[in-house]
Antibody
Framework: EVQLLESGGKLVQPGGSLRLSCAAS????????MSWARQAPGKGLEWVSG????????KYADSVKGRFIISRDNSKHTLSLQMNSLRAEDTAVYYCAKSLSGDYLSDAFDIWGQGTVVTVSS | DFQMTQSPSSLSASVGDSVTITCRASQTISTYLNWYQQKAGKAPKLLIS???GLQGGVPSRFSGGGSGTYFSLTISSLQPEDFATYFC?????????FGQGTKVEI
């Protein structure tokens, strides 16, 4: 079964750091671009960052550029998001998502994790 | 960035009704348009990719159409399990962007 499982979300103070992880299973991980998306409480979906299958290409939303770093370990089938200088507006459910068609950063997302909650508050 | 605008933001319908949600892109995106269903507290589920390509396991009462800047999602004969929020998303360019969502309520 194709599956994504996020972890690492918690309450953190403004200015703090947090690392999210996503464990993938059931597909050839290295052949698919992967992304992080988020959803603030009661709001819509926002793509946050994406990484190519090899890990060599990364892209970020303007709202997180310079603060977040996406990475992947193809040997461990894991995707990570290092979140620094966190702000209240980063509060959201964070999802990892698999690209539908392969190694395309802008693609439909056919598999989503269950989400992990990040709360930034003092 | 490409802006995606959905309408309406919400709608009320009854079981058995046919409903149509529209999505407009700020620039032409060919058919790089995808539709998702999200139920409360759950992750989004991909319904349609490439404007009209139904994903496996998705009931045939869901259909999508359009190209360029104007797209639609139609649910014929609404079922109780279809009451949810629907999002469009463009995959023409990075960053992929989503519409604000349409909540389909009873």
């Amino acid at each position: 079964e194709v599956q994504l499982l996020e972890s690492g979300g918690k309450l953190v103070q403004p200015g703090g750091s947090l690392r999210l992880s996503c464990a993938a299973s059931g597909f050839t991980f290295r052949t698919y671009a992967m992304s992080w998306a988020r959803q603030a409480p009661g709001k819509g979906l926002e793509w946050v960052s994406g990484v190519s299958g090899s890990g060599g290409v990364t892209k970020y939303a303007d709202s997180v550029k310079g603060r977040f770093i996406i990475s992947r370990d193809n040997s461990k089938h894991t995707l990570s998001l290092q979140m620094n200088s966190l702000r209240a507006e980063d509060t959201a459910v964070y999802y990892c998502a698999k690209s539908l068609s392969g190694d395309y950063l802008s693609d439909a997302f056919d598999i989503w994790g269950q989400g992990t909650v990040v709360t930034v508050s003092s | 960035d490409f802006q995606m605008t959905q309408s309406p933001s919400s709608l009320s319908a009854s079981v058995g009704d046919s409903v149509t949600i529209t999505c407009r892109a700020s620039q032409t995106i060919s058919t790089y348009l995808n539709w998702y269903q999200q139920k409360a507290g759950k992750a989004p589920k991909l319904l349609i990719s490439g404007a009209s390509g139904l994903q496996g396991g998705v009931p045939s009462r869901f259909s999508g159409g359009g190209s360029g800047t104007y797209f639609s999602l139609t649910i014929s004969s609404l079922q109780p399990e279809d009451f949810a929020t629907y999002f469009c998303q463009q995959s023409y360019s990075v960053p992929p962007t989503f519409g604000q969502g349409t909540k389909v309520e009873i």
